[in-house]
């Protein structure tokens, strides 16, 4: 089967605090995988399409537990170079009073290292859409350089660019943000994703709607406006459609919004109509929610099937 969504960015290893401390109180973990853009390369195979991974990890246990779960769960690992001197980034998660507080180990880490040499190593067949985030051109001018050729060579051959925005404030400050983001969505992005702490960094106005209709004015094929427990608001052509999302008992939010990022992509690739492809993915995100982790809980296509039929 052929790559239909290929993925560029950093895979990390999360330790999750098993009380609900601060992580200064915490002295238990359990660790679980994350990184945006492996969560979307995870999510898309799960719900039934084929996903390749590009990056670089470090021959570290963590590294090596990465391409272990990408090659168990089918992911095409081709692209994934394997380095000795640079490690595999990770991060710490607690959750207390309601909110996450995250602490990243990423400086320096072997996907940071990443460049415009090693686009010309990869071996990459026809495939749909690539996707990356604003992490990935964030963690290293490296990667922004690298990120920004992805785009221009699969732009020039009509292959999809898909782009959450996934702003970071510890990564880039506003003003270097809207800068690149401005960029991508003028000139290259055909799905563009974001928030609203992302819609206010481009200044877009405060309604969703609002502003999903001027990210459209750049002429995207799709734009959606991802509001979390809220739901989403998606923009096609001249169609914009709101919906809530779908109540869930939530263990962990962390990566719903990957997960929710990769059913559209599968919308998208599947031609379903626009509200049936929100319905898709905020499906697939609640889903996602009732499991701690961010990709423990990332559902296969049955299970948001069934979801569906008695949740319409």
């Known amino acids: 089967m052929n790559c239909e969504v290929y993925c560029f960015g950093e895979p990390l290893a999360g330790f999750y605090s098993t009380s609900e401390r601060s992580l200064s109180e915490i002295g238990n973990f359990h ?9 979307v390369a995870l999510a898309v195979k799960k719900l039934g399409h084929q996903s390749g991974y590009i990056t670089k990890i470090g021959n570290d246990f963590i590294g090596r537990g990465l391409l272990e779960l990408w090659k168990d769960s089918g992911i095409y690992v081709q ?39 090693d686009i010309d190593k990869l071996v990459i067949n026809d495939f749909r859409i690539f996707h ?10 490296s990667c922004l ?11 020039n051959n009509n292959i999809i660019i898909s782009y959450d925005l996934n702003f970071r404030q510890k990564l880039w400050s506003p003003a270097t943000a809207r800068c690149i983001y401005q960029q991508v969505i003028e000139k290259y992005a055909d799905i563009i994703s974001f928030n609203e702490d992302e819609a206010e960094i481009l200044g877009l106005p405060s309604d969703p709607t609002k502003a999903v209709k001027e990210v459209l004015k750049a002429k ?12 989403a ?5 001249n169609q914009i459609i709101e919906r809530e999302a779908y109540p869930v008992k939530t263990a962990d939010t962390v990566g719903a919004g990957d997960t929710f990022t990769a059913a ?10 626009p509200d049936e492809m929100l319905k898709f993915a905020l499906a697939a995100s609640a889903l996602t929610c009732t499991k701690t982790g961010s990709t423990e809980g990332q559902p296969k296509r049955e299970e948001v099937d069934i979801f569906l039929k008695k949740k319409p």
């Open 31 to 39: 660790m679980t995988w994350g990184g945006d853009t492996s969560n």
């Open 264 to 273: 559209i992509l599968i919308g998208f690739i599947e031609n379903m109509k």
């Open 233 to 237: 608001v998606l923009g096609i052509g």
């Open 132 to 141: 990356l985030s604003g992490i990935s051109q964030a963690i290293s001018k």
């Open 79 to 117: 692209n994934v170079f394997v380095v000795n001197n640079q490690e595999t980034g990770i991060y710490f998660v607690s959750f207390k009073n309601g909110k996450h507080e995250f602490d990243y180990r990423r400086e320096g880490s072997a996907a940071s290292t990443f460049s415009l040499s």
């Open 145 to 155: 350089e690298s990120g920004f050729e992805f785009m221009e060579r699969f732009k």
């Open 220 to 231: 995207p094929k799709l734009a959606v406006y991802k509001r979390g427990d809220k739901g």
